[in-house]
């Protein structure tokens, strides 16, 4: 068993440089995902994911958190597409629906094949420090729905498939899981009435699912985090909800994990509880020792993440072919729907931060 096949795996630099290539080579990552530290210019970019392709003997998942706002990786390279908030605000589904297919035509020109949006969250306290601020598409599920289901959808027309978070539901995080493990004391009742209302509208139409890391007494007294309680992923989001697209786990590196558990525990709980992908961004100099830890997962549980796998693998496109003036004129339409969105005179300033920045790149 290949227990690199299980893994998200980020990279250093904005090179590929010859350690991280022998780790690769070694591991055969399912694939990778980049954040800002990997971008600085379109053609660079271009050469890292196509090295990072040319490294494994499969063709691989390629992804990256490109939601709009602050949290934009690609705005290293370009023009800074509008927030949710501010496209919810606005209130123009079409804007919305540009942003989406502009958001699906970049990132195929530079060769990803998933999104990490949207996010399904409901707004309902702008204030809790929970990395949430301005990401969230709606104050009701409702418009969550609508809102999140256009860029969804326009997304994936494009040939980038997306992926729905923060499962089961984030709203109420008190705080950052980048830092520390947040309990959400709400109730099943509560849950039901709000929060999964959005998730469960949208999981037909979603290819995946990112399960946060957040304790939720009322569905697992066990004290896992969402990210590891079976009870959570494959009781309820699998068999309850019957949800049929990849599980991907948040990132493993984060506080609420590496602050409580092993790296070898929180890989191989991550899988058994019904993660089929586990995200391990910023520490690929461990990636063989989780790989390797993975080899152990059960056989059923094997089974059943590697038929997930392959269903997802088929829906992946190949990237379009890239040049820079491709790039340039893409760029010229996300800052055009930033005027649009935000009016001439704000969109010329970008966001510097408007929420609290984790030291660690937020999901």
């Known amino acids: 068993m290949n227990g690199g096949q299980y893994i998200l795996m980020g990279v250093p630099g904005t090179e590929l440089d010859a350690k991280t290539a022998a780790i690769i080579r070694e591991v055969q990552p ?3 995902i980049l954040f800002g530290r990997n971008i600085k210019a379109p053609a660079q970019l271009r050469k890292l994911i196509d090295d990072l392709r040319s490294e494994v003997k499969h063709v691989p998942i390629v992804t990256i958190d490109q939601e709009g706002g602050r949290v934009s990786r690609l705005k290293e390279c370009g023009a800074e597409p509008p927030s949710a908030k501010q496209l919810r605000e606005k209130g123009d589904l079409r804007l919305i629906e540009r942003h989406g297919a502009l958001t699906g035509e970049i990132l195929r020109l530079f060769g990803f094949n998933l999104n990490l949006a949207p996010v399904v969250d409901v707004s309902f306290d702008g204030d809790l420090d929970n990395s949430l601020k301005n990401r969230t598409w709606g104050l009701s599920p409702d418009e969550v729905v609508l809102n999140a289901g256009a860029f969804n959808r326009t997304m994936r027309e494009q040939g980038v498939l997306s992926c729905g978070k923060h499962f089961p539901g984030y ?30 509208a949208l999981a037909p139409e979603l290819d995946s699912m990112m399960v946060g890391h957040a304790n939720y007494p009322a569905l697992d007294d066990s004290g896992y985090p969402s990210s590891l309680s079976r009870k959570i992923i494959h009781d309820l989001l699998r068999k309850e909800w019957g949800y049929q697209g990849v599980v991907i786990s948040d990132d493993l590196d984060m506080g609420a994990i590496v602050g409580h558990y092993g790296l070898a525990e929180s890989v191989t709980r991550a899988v058994e509880a019904g993660n089929d992908l ?8 461990l990636i063989p020792e989780a790989a390797k830890a993975l080899e152990t997962i059960s056989l059923a549980r094997a089974v059943e993440a590697e038929k997930q796998l392959a269903h997802f693998h088929e829906k992946l496109d190949p990237p379009h072919p890239f040049s820079i ?20 005179e704000a969109a010329a300033a970008r966001s510097i931060d408007d929420g609290k920045r984790s030291p660690v790149e937020t999901f």
């Open 278 to 285: 586990v995200l391990l961004c910023h520490r690929p100099e």
């Open 325 to 344: 003036e491709a790039h340039a004129a893409l760029d010229k339409k996300i800052y055009q729907l930033r005027v649009d969105t935000l009016g001439a």
């Open 30 to 32: 399912a694939g990778f």
């Open 171 to 200: 709203s109420y995080a008190a705080v950052d899981p980048h830092h520390e493990l947040p309990v959400v004391a709400r109730s099943r009742e509560q849950l039901e009435e709000t929060e999964w209302k959005a998730f469960k």
